[in-house]
C-alpha cells in the first residue's frame, strides 16, 4: 500500500465514524463535530508549524484562541454608546498613559548610561506614570461597568461584519505573540514552554476580570452571525415548503442548513490554510525552518537568524489559532472566557498533532478531526460499555454505581491511551513527515 492510498484510507476510516455518529444519534451530532474537528484542525495546523517545522514548545495556545474570540467580540459586537459617553475616552486616554510610561522607560534605559541616575530616572517614570495612569483609567473603569452591567457594562465592538473578526482575531493573536517572542524566545525549550503558559494564564485572567473589555465571566452572548437564525428560518414559507420537499420538518432541517453553512465557511478557511502551509513547508523558508529544528547551531553557522526565524514562526502559528479562536467564538455566539482552560485543551491540541504526525500538515488535520471525534464520543461510548457489563448486577450495587458514574473519565484515560499507542507503535504519527 502506498502512502497516499493509506493517508486516504485514514481520512477514510475518520469519514465513516463521522457517517456512523450521523446514522446513529442524529446527524446534527455528526456535523457539529464536523465543525468543532475543522476548527480543532486549524488549531493543530498553528502549532503544527510551531512545533513540527521549527521545534517551538509552545503550551499557551488557549491564551491566543481566546484573543482571537475576543477580537470577534471588539469587531462584530455593537458599541455600546452609553458606556462610551461615561468613560469610554477615559479608558482610551488611560490606555494611551500607560504605553507612554513604558515607552518611556524604555527610552530612558537606551539614552542615559548606566548608573544610580538612570534607575533613578526609570523608576521615577514608571512608578509616577503608573499612579497617573490609575488616577485616569481607573474611574473610567467604574463608570463604563455601572452602565447596564446586566445586559452591557462595557464598551462593546465596531458593529462590522463578524467575518472580517475571523482575520482580525488573527491579527490580535499575533500581535501579542509578537511582544512575547520578543522577551520568551530566547529561552529554553523547557522554560519558553513555562513562560507561554503563564502568559496564556494571564490573558485569560484579563479576559475574566476586565468587565469593560469583555463583560469578564458575566459573557458576551448575542455575537452576530454569518449565518440566519434557525427560527428565521422557520418563519420563512419558501423555506419551509422546500424542508417539506425533501420531508425533513423545519426545525430539524433549520439546524442541519446552518451547520452544514458553517461548516462550508470553515473548509475554506481549512483549504487556505493548509495551501498556504504546505507552500510554506516546501518553500526554502520552509527547508531553512527545518534545518535549524534540526541543529540550530549549524544553521547559526551558515549565517541563520534563527531567533529571527523562530519570532517569525512564532507569529504566524499563533495567528492561526487566533483565526480559529475567532470561527470557534462565533460558531457559539457567544465568548466565555471562564471555558479557556489551558492545561486541558492545550493538551488536547498537542495530542492532535503527535498523533497525526508532527511535520506534516495532513497529519495535523487527520488528527484534528480523528482527536475531536474521540473527545466527543467516548463519553456515550464509555458509558454504554459500562452498562452492558453491569447489566447482570444489582440495582442497588455500589459496584455498578462506581463504573457508571467512572464512564464521565473516560475522556482522558481514552486520550492517553491513543497517544501511547501511537508513540509506541508509530511514533512519527499516522501521517509522518517525510
Known amino acids: 500500500m502506498t502512502d497516499t492510498v493509506r493517508n486516504i484510507a485514514l481520512f477514510g476510516v475518520v469519514a465513516v465514524l463521522i457517517t456512523i455518529t450521523g446514522f446513529m444519534q442524529s446527524w446534527n451530532s455528526a456535523l457539529l463535530i464536523i465543525n468543532l474537528g475543522l476548527i480543532s484542525s486549524i488549531m493543530a495546523i498553528g502549532v503544527n508549524l510551531q512545533w513540527g517545522f521549527a521545534g517551538l514548545f509552545n503550551v499557551g495556545i488557549m491564551g491566543f484562541v481566546a484573543l482571537g474570540g475576543l477580537g470577534a467580540v471588539l469587531v462584530s459586537m455593537p458599541p455600546t454608546t452609553e458606556a462610551w459617553a461615561a468613560g469610554g475616552f477615559g479608558i482610551v486616554t488611560g490606555l ?19 548608573g544610580r541616575t538612570r534607575v533613578i530616572t526609570m523608576l521615577v517614570v514608571l512608578i509616577g506614570g503608573f499612579f497617573i495612569f490609575r488616577a485616569v483609567f ?23 461584519n463578524v467575518l472580517i473578526a475571523w482575520p482580525v482575531g488573527g491579527l490580535l ?43 469578564g465571566v458575566k459573557n458576551v452572548v448575542g455575537i452576530p452571525r454569518p449565518l440566519p437564525y434557525e427560527i428565521d428560518l422557520q418563519k420563512d414559507a419558501s423555506f419551509v415548503e422546500t424542508a417539506a420537499g425533501l420531508g425533513l420538518d423545519p426545525v430539524i432541517a433549520s439546524t442541519l442548513y446552518v451547520k452544514i453553512g458553517y461548516g462550508a465557511l470553515f473548509v475554506a478557511v481549512l483549504l487556505l490554510v493548509l495551501l498556504l502551509a504546505q507552500l510554506a513547508l516546501k518553500s526554502p523558508w520552509g527547508r531553512m525552518m527545518r534545518a535549524i529544528r534540526d541543529n540550530e547551531i549549524a544553521a547559526e553557522a551558515m549565517g541563520k537568524d534563527v531567533t529571527r526565524r523562530h519570532l517569525q514562526v512564532f507569529v504566524i502559528g499563533s495567528a492561526i489559532c487566533g483565526v480559529a479562536g475567532a470561527m470557534m467564538t462565533t460558531l457559539d455566539g457567544q465568548l466565555t472566557p471562564g471555558t479557556y482552560q489551558p492545561l486541558r485543551f492545550t493538551f488536547l491540541i498537542w495530542v492532535m498533532v503527535i498523533v497525526g504526525g508532527s511535520g506534516n500538515n495532513f497529519g495535523a488535520v487527520l488528527g484534528g478531526m480523528l482527536i475531536w471525534f474521540l473527545w466527543v464520543q467516548v463519553e456515550p461510548i464509555g458509558l454504554f460499555v459500562m452498562q452492558v457489563i453491569t447489566s447482570g448486577m444489582a440495582d442497588d450495587s455500589g459496584l455498578k454505581e462506581h463504573l457508571i458514574e467512572s464512564a464521565a473519565h473516560m475522556r482522558l484515560l481514552t486520550m492517553g491511551v491513543v497517544l501511547l499507542m501511537v508513540l509506541r507503535f508509530s511514533p512519527r504519527g499516522l501521517i509522518p513527515e517525510k
Open 96 to 114: 494611551l498613559l500607560g504605553a507612554a510610561t513604558v515607552v518611556g522607560a524604555i527610552m530612558v534605559m537606551k539614552r542615559m548610561k548606566p
Open 173 to 215: 493573536a499575533a500581535g501579542v505573540a509578537w511582544l512575547i517572542g520578543k522577551t520568551a524566545l530566547g529561552l529554553r525549550s523547557d522554560y519558553l514552554a513555562i513562560a507561554t503558559l503563564g502568559i496564556a494564564e494571564i490573558i485569560i485572567a484579563i479576559l475574566k476580570n476586565e468587565d469593560w473589555l469583555s463583560r
Open 138 to 160: 481607573d474611574p473610567a473603569v467604574e463608570s463604563v461597568e455601572k452602565v447596564n452591567p446586566a445586559i452591557t457594562g462595557y464598551l462593546g465592538g465596531l458593529g462590522l
